[in-house]
Protein backbone atom coordinates (compact mmCIF):
# COMPACT_ATOMS: atom_id res chain seq x y z
CA UNK A 1 0.00 0.00 0.00
CA UNK A 2 1.48 3.76 -0.91
CA UNK A 3 -0.59 5.23 1.19
CA UNK A 4 0.27 5.49 4.71
CA UNK A 5 1.14 7.23 7.99
CA UNK A 6 4.50 6.92 9.00
CA UNK A 7 5.75 8.85 12.24
CA UNK A 8 9.11 10.37 11.12
CA UNK A 9 10.46 10.48 15.52
CA UNK A 10 9.46 7.00 15.98
CA UNK A 11 9.61 5.25 11.75
CA UNK A 12 6.66 3.59 13.12
CA UNK A 13 3.63 2.76 10.49
CA UNK A 14 0.16 4.29 12.22
CA UNK A 15 -1.91 3.93 9.37
CA UNK A 16 -2.35 2.44 5.61
CA UNK A 17 -4.66 3.76 3.19
CA UNK A 18 -6.31 1.00 0.28
CA UNK A 19 -5.59 2.61 -3.06
CA UNK A 20 -8.57 3.97 -5.04
CA UNK A 21 -10.31 2.22 -7.88
CA UNK A 22 -10.89 3.13 -11.45
CA UNK A 23 -14.67 3.05 -10.60
CA UNK A 24 -14.07 5.74 -7.31
CA UNK A 25 -12.07 8.11 -9.56
CA UNK A 26 -15.06 7.91 -12.15
CA UNK A 27 -17.29 8.30 -9.30
CA UNK A 28 -15.39 11.30 -8.22
CA UNK A 29 -15.44 12.59 -11.90
CA UNK A 30 -19.01 12.63 -12.42
CA UNK A 31 -19.84 14.05 -9.22
CA UNK A 32 -17.47 16.90 -9.52
CA UNK A 33 -18.36 17.51 -12.89
CA UNK A 34 -22.23 17.57 -11.88
CA UNK A 35 -21.49 19.70 -9.04
CA UNK A 36 -19.62 21.75 -11.36
CA UNK A 37 -23.07 22.20 -13.83
CA UNK A 38 -24.52 23.47 -10.74
CA UNK A 39 -21.93 25.54 -9.43
CA UNK A 40 -21.91 27.64 -12.82
CA UNK A 41 -25.55 28.49 -12.18
CA UNK A 42 -25.28 29.18 -8.45
CA UNK A 43 -24.58 32.18 -6.61
CA UNK A 44 -20.68 33.03 -5.70
CA UNK A 45 -22.35 34.29 -2.63
CA UNK A 46 -23.48 31.30 -1.58
CA UNK A 47 -20.49 29.63 -2.39
CA UNK A 48 -18.46 32.43 0.21
CA UNK A 49 -20.86 31.49 2.85
CA UNK A 50 -19.99 27.83 2.50
CA UNK A 51 -16.55 28.71 2.42
CA UNK A 52 -16.23 30.39 5.49
CA UNK A 53 -18.38 27.71 7.39
CA UNK A 54 -15.37 25.29 6.38
CA UNK A 55 -12.97 28.48 8.12
CA UNK A 56 -14.87 27.59 11.20
CA UNK A 57 -14.37 24.39 11.20
CA UNK A 58 -11.12 24.29 10.64
CA UNK A 59 -10.74 26.54 13.91
CA UNK A 60 -12.73 23.79 16.01
CA UNK A 61 -10.28 21.53 14.66
CA UNK A 62 -7.16 23.00 14.78
CA UNK A 63 -5.36 20.77 17.19
CA UNK A 64 -6.83 17.80 15.16
CA UNK A 65 -5.66 18.80 12.27
CA UNK A 66 -2.18 20.03 13.62
CA UNK A 67 -1.60 16.28 14.95
CA UNK A 68 -2.23 14.47 11.93
CA UNK A 69 0.09 16.43 9.75
CA UNK A 70 2.93 16.13 12.67
CA UNK A 71 2.50 12.37 12.94
CA UNK A 72 2.18 12.12 8.67
CA UNK A 73 5.90 14.09 7.90
CA UNK A 74 6.89 14.65 11.22
CA UNK A 75 6.98 18.72 12.01
CA UNK A 76 6.75 20.24 14.78
CA UNK A 77 3.61 20.57 16.45
CA UNK A 78 3.70 24.48 17.14
CA UNK A 79 4.73 25.03 13.24
CA UNK A 80 1.56 22.49 12.01
CA UNK A 81 -0.94 24.71 14.99
CA UNK A 82 0.99 28.14 12.97
CA UNK A 83 0.22 26.30 9.46
CA UNK A 84 -3.49 25.70 10.49
CA UNK A 85 -4.23 29.46 11.44
CA UNK A 86 -2.33 29.94 8.37
CA UNK A 87 -4.64 28.08 6.18
CA UNK A 88 -7.74 29.48 8.35
CA UNK A 89 -7.01 33.12 7.16
CA UNK A 90 -6.64 31.67 3.27
CA UNK A 91 -9.99 31.06 3.59
CA UNK A 92 -10.79 33.57 5.45
CA UNK A 93 -9.41 35.70 2.28
CA UNK A 94 -11.02 34.23 -0.24
CA UNK A 95 -14.65 33.62 1.76
CA UNK A 96 -14.35 37.65 2.12
CA UNK A 97 -12.72 38.91 -1.30
CA UNK A 98 -14.07 35.88 -3.44
CA UNK A 99 -17.35 37.52 -4.99
CA UNK A 100 -15.39 40.64 -5.70
CA UNK A 101 -12.69 38.84 -7.48
CA UNK A 102 -15.11 37.19 -9.46
CA UNK A 103 -17.03 40.47 -10.35
CA UNK A 104 -17.05 40.85 -14.67
CA UNK A 105 -14.46 43.90 -15.58
CA UNK A 106 -15.17 46.27 -18.03
CA UNK A 107 -12.93 46.81 -21.04
CA UNK A 108 -12.35 49.89 -22.76
CA UNK A 109 -12.98 49.80 -26.56
CA UNK A 110 -13.32 52.64 -29.46
CA UNK A 111 -14.99 49.81 -31.32
CA UNK A 112 -17.56 48.63 -28.76
CA UNK A 113 -18.82 47.70 -25.92
CA UNK A 114 -16.93 45.07 -23.79
CA UNK A 115 -16.45 43.29 -20.99
CA UNK A 116 -15.05 39.74 -19.67
CA UNK A 117 -17.03 38.13 -17.19
CA UNK A 118 -15.02 35.50 -15.32
CA UNK A 119 -16.63 31.61 -14.79
CA UNK A 120 -15.27 28.40 -13.82
CA UNK A 121 -13.47 26.06 -16.07
CA UNK A 122 -14.32 22.72 -14.50
CA UNK A 123 -12.98 19.73 -12.48
CA UNK A 124 -9.23 20.78 -11.23
CA UNK A 125 -7.32 17.93 -10.79
CA UNK A 126 -4.48 19.20 -7.59
CA UNK A 127 -1.28 17.23 -6.66
CA UNK A 128 0.63 18.17 -3.81
CA UNK A 129 3.42 17.57 -1.58
CA UNK A 130 4.03 16.57 1.87
CA UNK A 131 5.69 19.48 3.36
CA UNK A 132 3.07 21.53 4.35
CA UNK A 133 -0.29 18.98 4.20
CA UNK A 134 -3.05 21.51 4.77
CA UNK A 135 -1.34 24.58 3.45
CA UNK A 136 -0.39 22.93 -0.04
CA UNK A 137 -4.24 21.97 -0.24
CA UNK A 138 -5.57 25.28 0.71
CA UNK A 139 -4.21 27.64 -1.22
CA UNK A 140 -6.16 26.29 -4.31
CA UNK A 141 -8.86 24.65 -2.94
CA UNK A 142 -10.07 27.82 -1.23
CA UNK A 143 -9.72 30.00 -4.28
CA UNK A 144 -11.62 27.10 -6.78
CA UNK A 145 -14.41 26.60 -4.39
CA UNK A 146 -15.40 30.62 -4.86
CA UNK A 147 -14.78 30.61 -8.56
CA UNK A 148 -16.68 26.99 -8.88
CA UNK A 149 -13.97 24.89 -9.82
CA UNK A 150 -14.83 21.24 -7.94
CA UNK A 151 -11.15 19.94 -6.97
CA UNK A 152 -9.84 16.03 -6.72
CA UNK A 153 -6.98 16.03 -4.81
CA UNK A 154 -3.95 13.95 -5.14
CA UNK A 155 -1.82 14.40 -2.31
CA UNK A 156 1.45 12.89 -1.15
CA UNK A 157 1.56 9.41 -0.26
CA UNK A 158 3.27 10.27 2.96
CA UNK A 159 0.64 12.39 4.29
CA UNK A 160 -2.16 10.47 3.20
CA UNK A 161 -4.43 11.08 6.88
CA UNK A 162 -3.95 14.88 6.66
CA UNK A 163 -5.44 14.87 3.39
CA UNK A 164 -8.23 12.98 4.17
CA UNK A 165 -8.67 14.62 7.12
CA UNK A 166 -9.16 17.99 5.66
CA UNK A 167 -11.59 16.38 3.15
CA UNK A 168 -13.76 15.10 5.53
CA UNK A 169 -13.96 18.57 7.76
CA UNK A 170 -15.35 20.40 4.05
CA UNK A 171 -18.24 17.92 3.97
CA UNK A 172 -18.38 17.88 7.78
CA UNK A 173 -18.99 22.30 7.26
CA UNK A 174 -21.97 21.58 4.73
CA UNK A 175 -19.94 21.56 1.71
CA UNK A 176 -21.48 19.98 -1.28
CA UNK A 177 -19.89 16.33 -2.39
CA UNK A 178 -17.30 16.57 -4.91
CA UNK A 179 -16.06 20.20 -3.90
CA UNK A 180 -13.13 18.50 -2.35
CA UNK A 181 -12.82 14.64 -3.25
CA UNK A 182 -9.47 13.13 -1.66
CA UNK A 183 -8.37 9.57 -3.78
CA UNK A 184 -5.41 7.73 -3.21
CA UNK A 185 -4.94 7.03 -6.82
CA UNK A 186 -1.62 6.51 -8.56
CA UNK A 187 0.44 8.29 -11.04
CA UNK A 188 -1.48 6.40 -13.64
CA UNK A 189 -4.58 7.85 -12.39
CA UNK A 190 -3.64 11.29 -12.13
CA UNK A 191 -2.70 10.70 -15.67
CA UNK A 192 -5.97 8.95 -16.69
CA UNK A 193 -8.00 11.92 -14.49
CA UNK A 194 -6.08 14.75 -16.72
CA UNK A 195 -7.21 13.15 -19.93
CA UNK A 196 -10.55 13.07 -18.82
CA UNK A 197 -12.97 15.53 -20.66
CA UNK A 198 -14.70 16.74 -17.39
CA UNK A 199 -11.27 17.79 -15.57
CA UNK A 200 -10.40 21.51 -16.77
CA UNK A 201 -6.96 21.63 -15.61
CA UNK A 202 -4.11 20.26 -12.97
CA UNK A 203 -2.06 22.39 -10.52
CA UNK A 204 1.07 20.92 -8.67
CA UNK A 205 3.64 21.25 -6.20
CA UNK A 206 6.45 19.18 -5.91
CA UNK A 207 10.04 18.12 -7.35
CA UNK A 208 10.56 19.25 -10.98
CA UNK A 209 10.31 15.22 -11.76
CA UNK A 210 6.95 15.38 -10.86
CA UNK A 211 6.06 18.72 -12.81
CA UNK A 212 7.53 18.19 -15.74
CA UNK A 213 5.83 14.67 -16.06
CA UNK A 214 2.18 16.01 -15.12
CA UNK A 215 2.91 18.97 -16.94
CA UNK A 216 3.49 16.43 -20.05
CA UNK A 217 0.20 15.12 -19.51
CA UNK A 218 -1.55 18.21 -19.57
CA UNK A 219 0.25 19.63 -22.53
CA UNK A 220 -0.70 16.35 -24.23
CA UNK A 221 -4.42 16.78 -23.09
CA UNK A 222 -4.15 20.36 -23.82
CA UNK A 223 -5.39 21.45 -19.86
CA UNK A 224 -4.26 24.49 -18.66
CA UNK A 225 -1.85 23.95 -15.48
CA UNK A 226 0.39 25.57 -13.19
CA UNK A 227 3.54 24.36 -11.29
CA UNK A 228 5.11 25.26 -8.22
CA UNK A 229 8.50 23.81 -8.15
CA UNK A 230 11.70 23.58 -6.17
CA UNK A 231 14.01 26.20 -5.38
CA UNK A 232 17.56 27.19 -3.98
CA UNK A 233 16.92 30.90 -2.56
CA UNK A 234 19.63 33.39 -1.83
CA UNK A 235 19.97 34.98 1.27
CA UNK A 236 22.11 38.14 0.59
CA UNK A 237 23.42 40.51 2.96
CA UNK A 238 24.21 43.35 1.64
CA UNK A 239 27.47 45.76 3.09
CA UNK A 240 24.71 48.24 4.23
CA UNK A 241 22.56 44.90 6.53
CA UNK A 242 21.44 45.58 9.80
CA UNK A 243 23.86 42.98 11.14
CA UNK A 244 22.73 42.28 14.55
CA UNK A 245 19.31 41.77 12.32
CA UNK A 246 20.89 39.13 10.00
CA UNK A 247 21.81 37.22 12.73
CA UNK A 248 18.83 36.75 14.54
CA UNK A 249 16.60 36.20 10.99
CA UNK A 250 19.07 33.90 9.25
CA UNK A 251 18.98 30.84 11.15
CA UNK A 252 15.53 29.96 11.26
CA UNK A 253 15.00 30.87 7.65
CA UNK A 254 16.91 27.64 6.96
CA UNK A 255 15.55 25.60 9.98
CA UNK A 256 12.09 25.87 10.10
CA UNK A 257 10.35 22.71 8.73
CA UNK A 258 13.44 21.38 9.43
CA UNK A 259 14.56 23.07 6.58
CA UNK A 260 12.17 21.29 4.26
CA UNK A 261 10.64 24.83 2.56
CA UNK A 262 10.69 25.09 -1.09
CA UNK A 263 11.31 29.05 0.01
CA UNK A 264 13.66 28.43 2.75
CA UNK A 265 17.07 30.34 2.49
CA UNK A 266 19.46 28.14 1.00
CA UNK A 267 22.79 29.74 -0.40
CA UNK A 268 23.42 32.31 2.40
CA UNK A 269 25.74 34.87 0.08
CA UNK A 270 28.02 37.49 2.31
CA UNK A 271 30.17 40.14 1.83
CA UNK A 272 33.94 39.26 2.47
CA UNK A 273 34.11 41.42 5.64
CA UNK A 274 30.82 39.88 7.17
CA UNK A 275 31.59 36.48 5.92
CA UNK A 276 33.39 35.24 9.11
CA UNK A 277 31.36 36.71 11.55
CA UNK A 278 27.97 35.42 9.85
CA UNK A 279 29.62 31.67 9.65
CA UNK A 280 29.98 31.76 13.70
CA UNK A 281 26.96 33.49 14.26
CA UNK A 282 24.79 30.13 11.92
CA UNK A 283 27.85 27.74 13.63
CA UNK A 284 26.49 29.33 17.44
CA UNK A 285 22.82 29.14 16.22
CA UNK A 286 22.61 25.42 15.01
CA UNK A 287 24.37 23.98 17.33
CA UNK A 288 22.17 25.31 19.77
CA UNK A 289 19.24 24.19 17.79
CA UNK A 290 17.41 21.20 20.04
CA UNK A 291 16.69 18.38 18.08
CA UNK A 292 14.02 15.92 19.24
CA UNK A 293 10.47 15.16 19.67
CA UNK A 294 8.02 17.43 17.20
CA UNK A 295 5.60 17.30 20.16
CA UNK A 296 7.68 19.32 22.59
CA UNK A 297 7.30 22.84 22.40
CA UNK A 298 11.10 23.21 23.41
CA UNK A 299 11.87 20.99 19.98
CA UNK A 300 13.91 23.53 17.09
CA UNK A 301 15.07 20.60 14.76
CA UNK A 302 12.09 18.03 13.96
CA UNK A 303 12.84 14.92 12.11
CA UNK A 304 12.66 14.64 8.46
CA UNK A 305 9.18 14.02 6.64
CA UNK A 306 10.97 10.12 5.51
CA UNK A 307 14.18 7.72 5.64
CA UNK A 308 14.17 8.23 1.79
CA UNK A 309 14.12 12.11 2.38
CA UNK A 310 17.08 11.27 4.79
CA UNK A 311 18.95 8.83 2.64
CA UNK A 312 18.90 11.75 -0.15
CA UNK A 313 19.90 14.40 1.68
CA UNK A 314 22.90 12.80 3.29
CA UNK A 315 23.42 11.28 -0.47
CA UNK A 316 24.11 15.32 -1.50
CA UNK A 317 25.84 16.15 1.42
CA UNK A 318 28.56 13.32 0.91
CA UNK A 319 28.74 14.53 -2.37
CA UNK A 320 29.39 18.36 -1.91
CA UNK A 321 32.17 17.49 0.21
CA UNK A 322 33.52 14.89 -2.13
CA UNK A 323 33.33 17.54 -4.26
CA UNK A 324 35.46 19.81 -2.57
CA UNK A 325 33.27 21.29 -0.08
CA UNK A 326 34.38 22.28 3.78
CA UNK A 327 32.33 21.27 5.99
CA UNK A 328 31.80 24.02 9.02
CA UNK A 329 29.25 22.26 10.81
CA UNK A 330 26.95 18.96 11.38
CA UNK A 331 26.84 16.00 9.24
CA UNK A 332 27.02 13.69 12.59
CA UNK A 333 24.40 10.87 12.75
CA UNK A 334 21.64 11.52 15.42
CA UNK A 335 20.72 8.00 17.83
CA UNK A 336 17.91 7.01 17.94
CA UNK A 337 14.78 5.98 15.63
CA UNK A 338 13.73 9.04 14.09
CA UNK A 339 14.78 10.45 10.52
CA UNK A 340 16.93 13.22 11.90
CA UNK A 341 19.39 14.75 9.82
CA UNK A 342 21.41 17.18 12.20
CA UNK A 343 21.59 21.09 11.21
CA UNK A 344 24.76 21.42 8.79
CA UNK A 345 27.32 24.36 7.31
CA UNK A 346 28.98 23.74 4.23
CA UNK A 347 31.05 26.96 2.70
CA UNK A 348 33.90 26.43 -0.43
CA UNK A 349 30.92 25.22 -3.06
CA UNK A 350 32.70 25.75 -6.52
CA UNK A 351 30.78 25.97 -9.73
CA UNK A 352 31.64 22.27 -10.20
CA UNK A 353 30.72 20.82 -7.07
CA UNK A 354 27.78 18.65 -7.52
CA UNK A 355 25.28 20.47 -5.64
CA UNK A 356 26.38 23.58 -6.66
CA UNK A 357 22.49 23.95 -8.73
CA UNK A 358 20.93 21.28 -6.65
CA UNK A 359 17.87 21.77 -3.90
CA UNK A 360 18.78 20.51 -0.29
CA UNK A 361 15.53 19.76 1.40
CA UNK A 362 16.79 19.81 4.59
CA UNK A 363 18.42 21.73 7.36
CA UNK A 364 21.77 21.97 5.34
CA UNK A 365 23.08 25.90 4.55
CA UNK A 366 25.35 26.67 1.78
CA UNK A 367 27.51 29.85 2.98
CA UNK A 368 29.46 31.86 0.03
CA UNK A 369 32.11 34.67 0.49
CA UNK A 370 32.00 37.42 -1.86
CA UNK A 371 33.93 41.05 -2.70
CA UNK A 372 31.08 42.65 -4.36
CA UNK A 373 27.36 43.78 -4.69
CA UNK A 374 27.60 42.55 -8.18
CA UNK A 375 29.09 39.21 -7.18
CA UNK A 376 26.28 38.45 -5.03
CA UNK A 377 23.45 39.14 -7.83
CA UNK A 378 25.12 36.84 -10.20
CA UNK A 379 25.97 34.28 -7.73
CA UNK A 380 21.96 34.50 -7.04
CA UNK A 381 21.31 34.20 -10.77
CA UNK A 382 23.41 31.51 -11.33
CA UNK A 383 20.71 29.29 -10.69
CA UNK A 384 18.21 26.92 -12.75
CA UNK A 385 15.27 28.03 -9.89
CA UNK A 386 13.97 31.04 -9.81
CA UNK A 387 11.53 30.80 -7.04
CA UNK A 388 11.93 33.34 -3.58
CA UNK A 389 15.20 35.69 -2.60
CA UNK A 390 16.13 37.36 0.36
CA UNK A 391 18.22 40.86 0.40
CA UNK A 392 19.08 42.42 3.96
CA UNK A 393 20.07 46.16 3.69
CA UNK A 394 19.12 49.39 5.95
CA UNK A 395 18.43 51.35 2.41
CA UNK A 396 15.01 50.02 1.41
CA UNK A 397 15.75 51.96 -1.92
CA UNK A 398 18.97 49.91 -2.24
CA UNK A 399 17.43 46.34 -0.96
CA UNK A 400 14.43 47.16 -3.74
CA UNK A 401 17.01 47.78 -6.69
CA UNK A 402 18.87 44.66 -5.93
CA UNK A 403 15.92 42.45 -5.56
CA UNK A 404 14.91 43.66 -8.86
CA UNK A 405 17.92 42.49 -10.19
CA UNK A 406 17.21 38.49 -9.00
CA UNK A 407 15.80 36.29 -11.75
CA UNK A 408 13.11 35.16 -9.60
CA UNK A 409 9.66 34.96 -8.51
CA UNK A 410 9.37 36.82 -5.06
CA UNK A 411 11.75 38.85 -2.98
CA UNK A 412 11.78 39.52 0.41
CA UNK A 413 13.25 42.30 2.46
CA UNK A 414 14.94 42.20 5.84
CA UNK A 415 13.08 39.27 6.31
CA UNK A 416 13.14 35.61 5.93
CA UNK A 417 10.78 34.02 3.22
CA UNK A 418 6.65 34.52 4.47
CA UNK A 419 4.05 33.54 2.77
CA UNK A 420 0.52 35.36 3.55
CA UNK A 421 -3.26 35.11 1.88
CA UNK A 422 -3.00 38.53 -0.02
CA UNK A 423 1.17 38.05 -1.97
CA UNK A 424 1.34 36.05 -5.00
CA UNK A 425 3.23 33.07 -4.72
CA UNK A 426 5.13 31.48 -7.06
CA UNK A 427 8.73 31.03 -9.54
CA UNK A 428 10.46 31.28 -13.03
CA UNK A 429 12.66 29.48 -14.60
CA UNK A 430 12.67 25.55 -13.30
CA UNK A 431 10.61 26.74 -9.80
CA UNK A 432 7.64 26.62 -12.12
CA UNK A 433 4.92 29.07 -13.33
CA UNK A 434 1.81 30.59 -12.80
CA UNK A 435 0.93 31.99 -9.30
CA UNK A 436 -0.61 30.96 -6.25
CA UNK A 437 -2.65 33.11 -3.42
CA UNK A 438 -3.57 36.72 -3.81
CA UNK A 439 -5.81 37.43 -6.40
CA UNK A 440 -3.55 36.43 -8.89
CA UNK A 441 -3.85 32.66 -7.65
CA UNK A 442 -7.78 33.09 -7.58
CA UNK A 443 -7.25 33.66 -11.50
CA UNK A 444 -5.22 30.61 -12.41
CA UNK A 445 -8.50 28.37 -13.61
CA UNK A 446 -10.71 30.96 -13.90
CA UNK A 447 -12.92 31.61 -17.69
CA UNK A 448 -12.09 35.47 -19.25
CA UNK A 449 -15.39 35.22 -20.98
CA UNK A 450 -15.41 38.23 -23.54
CA UNK A 451 -18.12 39.53 -24.17
CA UNK A 452 -18.48 42.13 -27.19
CA UNK A 453 -20.97 44.11 -28.86
CA UNK A 454 -19.46 46.30 -31.68
CA UNK A 455 -20.53 49.33 -32.61
CA UNK A 456 -22.77 50.05 -35.30
P1 LIG B 1 7.28 15.18 -5.66
O1 LIG B 1 8.00 13.90 -5.52
O2 LIG B 1 7.22 15.81 -7.00
O3 LIG B 1 5.81 14.95 -5.09
C1 LIG B 1 4.84 15.97 -5.08
C2 LIG B 1 3.49 15.35 -5.44
O4 LIG B 1 3.54 14.91 -6.79
C3 LIG B 1 3.15 14.12 -4.62
O5 LIG B 1 1.76 14.07 -4.42
C4 LIG B 1 3.61 12.99 -5.52
O6 LIG B 1 2.96 11.76 -5.23
C5 LIG B 1 3.18 13.54 -6.86
N1 LIG B 1 3.87 13.01 -8.03
C6 LIG B 1 5.19 12.87 -8.23
N2 LIG B 1 5.43 12.38 -9.47
C7 LIG B 1 4.23 12.23 -10.06
C8 LIG B 1 3.82 11.75 -11.34
N3 LIG B 1 4.69 11.35 -12.27
N4 LIG B 1 2.49 11.71 -11.61
C9 LIG B 1 1.60 12.11 -10.69
N5 LIG B 1 1.92 12.56 -9.47
C10 LIG B 1 3.22 12.63 -9.15
O7 LIG B 1 7.85 16.29 -4.69
P2 LIG B 1 8.45 16.07 -3.25
O8 LIG B 1 9.91 15.83 -3.43
O9 LIG B 1 7.68 15.13 -2.45
O10 LIG B 1 8.19 17.54 -2.67
C11 LIG B 1 9.18 18.44 -2.36
C12 LIG B 1 9.41 19.38 -3.52
O11 LIG B 1 8.31 20.27 -3.60
C13 LIG B 1 10.64 20.25 -3.29
O12 LIG B 1 11.37 20.37 -4.47
C14 LIG B 1 10.03 21.58 -2.91
O13 LIG B 1 10.86 22.68 -3.14
C15 LIG B 1 8.80 21.61 -3.74
N6 LIG B 1 7.83 22.57 -3.21
C16 LIG B 1 7.53 23.67 -3.95
C17 LIG B 1 6.64 24.63 -3.44
C18 LIG B 1 6.28 25.85 -4.23
O14 LIG B 1 5.26 26.48 -3.92
N7 LIG B 1 7.03 26.26 -5.24
C19 LIG B 1 6.06 24.43 -2.20
C20 LIG B 1 6.42 23.31 -1.47
C21 LIG B 1 7.29 22.37 -2.00
P3 LIG B 1 3.65 10.64 -4.29
O15 LIG B 1 3.78 11.21 -2.94
O16 LIG B 1 2.66 9.52 -4.35
O17 LIG B 1 4.97 10.30 -4.92
Given at each position: MAYKTTYPFTGEVLKEYDNATDAELEQALETGHQLYQTWRNSPVAERAQDLQKIADLMKDRKEDLAKAMTYDMGKLLTEAQGEVDLCIGIVEYYAKNGEKFMESVPLESPAGRAYYAKQSTGVIVAVEPWNFPLYQVVRVFAPNFIVGNPMILKHASICATSAQKFADLTLDAGAPKGALTN???????????????????????????????????????????????????????????????????SPGARLYNAGQVCTSSKRFIVMADKYDDFVENLKDAFSKAKIGDPMDPETVVAPLSSKSAQEKLQKQVDSAIAGGATLVYGNEPINGEGFFFQPTILTNISKDNPVYNQEMFGPVAVVYKVDSEQEAIDLANDSSYGLGNTIFSSNREHAQAVAEKIETGMSFINSGWTSLPELPFGGVKNSGYGRELSELGFDAFVNQHLVFEPNN
Open positions: LFISYDQVSKAIHDPRVAGVCLTGSERGGAAVAREAGAALKKSTLELGGNDAFIVLDDADFDEVKKV
